[in-house]
T-cell receptor
Framework: KAGVTQTPRYLIKTRGQQVTLSCSPISGHRSVSWYQQTPGQGLQFLFE???????NKGNFPGRFSGRQFSNSRSEMNVSTLELGDSALYLC????????????FGSGTRLTVV | GESVGLHLPTLSVQEGDNSIINCAYS??????FIWYKQESGKGPQFIID?????DKRQGQRVTVLLNKTVKHLSLQIAATQPGDSAVYFC?????????????????FGQGTILTVHP
C-alpha cells in the first residue's frame, strides 16, 4: 500500500516568487492536512481539506492557500515568498480526519533565498 | 528578526533501558491524542494513539498514559533500541467530538529528542 507522496522533495525559490507543492494521499483517504515545520515554531497546522472542501484553517496569512481535487490529491500554494517561509512542508492524510490518525508524507523542503 | 530555535528537551538512555517521554497538552476539550516519531529527513511516523475515555493503551513495546486531570500525556518505550533514536511529538485533536466530526487539526507539542546509546 503506497504511502503519502509529496512532490517535489526539495525546492529552492527566490523571495517574491510563488510555489506550488503537491500531495497524493493514501488511496481511499479523503482528509488531507498540511503542516509547516520550522526549527523556531515546530509543527504548525496550515489547513485541512475533506472531499474538496476546506474544513479548517490555521493562523497563516492569505499568501498560503490550498485546494483538493476530486481524487483527493491536494496542492498548496504560497505566493510572494518570504525568507521566513523556508521550512519543511508536510502533508498528512486520513480516511476521516485527525481523530483517526494521520499518516504523514516525507515533506517538501522549501528554501527561499 | 532572527528566529530562535526551539530548545527541545532531550532524553539520553542506554540500549535496553525503558524510556519515558512526557508531554503537557493545552486544551482540556481535546479527546484524542497521538504520539509521533520523526527521524531525520522523514515525516512524523504514527506510534500510538489514545482517546480520552481511556487512561492507558499499550502497543508493541510502547505504552501511552493519559492523565486528564493535569492534562498530561506520557509515552513509555520498553527495552529501548538504537533505532528508537528520534524526535518524539505528542499531538492533540481539540475538535474530535465536534458533532462527531473531526476537522483535521492536530496541535503538536515541541518534541523531545531521544538518543539511545548502544
Amino acid at each position: 500500500k503506497a504511502g503519502v507522496t509529496q512532490t517535489p522533495r526539495y525546492l529552492i525559490k527566490t523571495r517574491g516568487q510563488q510555489v506550488t507543492l503537491s500531495c497524493s494521499p493514501i488511496s481511499g483517504h479523503r482528509s488531507v492536512s498540511w503542516y509547516q515545520q520550522t526549527p523556531g515554531q515546530g509543527l504548525q497546522f496550515l489547513f485541512e481539506y475533506f472531499s474538496e472542501t476546506q474544513r479548517n484553517k490555521g493562523n497563516f496569512p492569505g499568501r498560503f492557500s490550498g485546494r483538493q481535487f476530486s481524487n483527493s490529491r491536494s496542492e498548496m500554494n504560497v505566493s510572494t515568498l518570504e525568507l521566513g517561509d523556508s521550512a519543511l512542508y508536510l502533508c498528512a492524510s486520513s480516511f476521516w480526519g485527525a481523530n483517526y490518525g494521520y499518516t504523514f508524507g516525507s515533506g517538501t523542503r522549501l528554501t527561499v533565498v | 528578526g532572527e528566529s530562535v530555535g526551539l530548545h527541545l528537551p532531550t532524553l539520553s538512555v542506554q540500549e535496553g533501558d525503558n524510556s519515558i517521554i512526557n508531554c503537557a497538552y493545552s486544551n482540556s476539550a481535546s479527546d484524542y491524542f497521538i504520539w509521533y516519531k520523526q527521524e531525520s529527513g522523514k515525516g512524523p511516523q504514527f506510534i500510538i494513539d489514545i482517546r480520552s475515555n481511556m487512561d492507558k493503551r499499550q502497543g508493541q513495546r510502547v505504552t501511552v498514559l493519559l492523565n486528564k486531570t493535569v492534562k498530561h500525556l506520557s509515552l513509555q518505550i520498553a527495552a529501548t533500541q538504537p533505532g528508537d533514536s528520534a524526535v518524539y511529538f505528542c499531538a492533540e485533536n481539540p475538535q474530535a467530538n465536534a458533532g462527531g466530526t473531526s476537522y483535521g487539526k492536530l496541535t503538536f507539542g515541541q518534541g523531545t529528542i531521544l538518543t539511545v546509546h548502544p
